[in-house]
Every structure is written in structure tokens, then in C-alpha cells.
């Protein structure tokens, strides 16, 4: 019983605490779209990824799903696997300092995908040490 005492007290010692930062962002027009359109993506400015959220932290990205007749209003994570449209794209989010890059990839097309997201927002949680 000695032994556990000064472990947990230890523990407690060692909390950290997470600042997280939510920002909401408007998707708009590509960067980026390749000659056969089967990639494309988007670089949307984000000032609050910093170095320390790149040294210590991360971002998770949800899309905007809104609300429609039978359905309430709702956010899903990326990356996305959509397969409407008979035309599978998958959409993912990468980071850097300042700025996120939402990537569109499909074997036959991303147009659909592009209409799909357009003046759709993206919420994203920044998180840090």
C-alpha cells in the first residue's frame, strides 16, 4: 500500500491541461483541381494552428451535414468514404501551420463531390498542450 500512494501522487503532479480552440470555416472554390478531375483540394487559411498546436497538438475536422426535411442538422467527421452518386470519393483533411487542406480523390470523378461541399462548413478542433 506505501507504494501505491507516491504513484498517484505522482500522477497528479504530471496533469496537463488541453486548450482546445473550435473554428468554423466556409468551404468555397478549389485550389486545386488535376486535368482528369480524380483530385482536387482546398487550402483554407486557419491563423489558429500554430507551431505549438503542430509540436503538441492536432485538429479533427467535421463537415456540415444541414438540416433537411426528415433530418436534423449534424456534423460528420473526416475523412469521408461517400458513395452516392455511383461515384466513390474520399475526402480527407491535412494540417499545417495557418492552414488546413481539404483533399477530394475518386476514381471516376470529384465534380459531384466539389457541388456537394460547396458553401458547406467545416468545423475543426484545435487542440494543444
Same mark, same amino acid.
Given at each position: 500500500?506505501?507504494?501505491?500512494?507516491?504513484?498517484?501522487?505522482?500522477?497528479?503532479?504530471?496533469?496537463?491541461?488541453?486548450?482546445?480552440?473550435v473554428v468554423y470555416v466556409k468551404l468555397g472554390d478549389m485550389?486545386?483541381?488535376a486535368e482528369d478531375s480524380l483530385y482536387g483540394n482546398q487550402?483554407?487559411?486557419?491563423?489558429?494552428?500554430?507551431?505549438?498546436?503542430? %509540436?503538441?497538438?492536432?485538429?479533427? &475536422?467535421?463537415?456540415?451535414?444541414?438540416?433537411?426535411? %426528415?433530418? &436534423?442538422?449534424?456534423?460528420?467527421?473526416?475523412?469521408?468514404?461517400?458513395?452516392?452518386? %455511383?461515384?466513390?470519393?474520399?475526402?480527407?483533411?491535412?494540417?499545417?501551420?495557418?492552414?488546413?487542406?481539404?483533399?477530394?480523390?475518386?476514381?471516376?470523378?470529384?465534380? %459531384?463531390?466539389?457541388?456537394?461541399?460547396?458553401?458547406?462548413?467545416?468545423?475543426?478542433?484545435?487542440?494543444?498542450?
Amino acid at each position: 500500500m506505501k507504494l501505491i500512494l507516491p504513484i498517484f501522487i505522482f500522477f497528479l503532479g504530471c496533469e496537463q491541461k488541453k486548450i482546445k480552440n473550435v473554428v468554423y470555416v466556409k468551404l468555397g472554390d478549389m485550389s486545386f483541381v488535376a486535368e482528369d478531375s480524380l483530385y482536387g483540394n482546398q487550402v483554407l487559411n486557419v491563423p489558429e494552428i500554430t507551431q505549438n498546436v503542430m %509540436d503538441n497538438g492536432g485538429v479533427l &475536422a467535421f463537415i456540415e451535414r444541414p438540416a433537411g426535411q %426528415d433530418r &436534423a442538422q449534424r456534423w460528420s467527421q473526416l475523412p469521408q468514404l461517400t458513395l452516392a452518386w %455511383d461515384n466513390p470519393t474520399y475526402m480527407y483533411l491535412s494540417h499545417g501551420k495557418g492552414l488546413v487542406r481539404l483533399s477530394y480523390q475518386s476514381s471516376k470523378t470529384i465534380k %459531384d463531390a466539389i457541388e456537394y461541399t460547396k458553401d458547406k462548413r467545416l468545423k475543426l478542433v484545435i487542440s494543444q498542450l
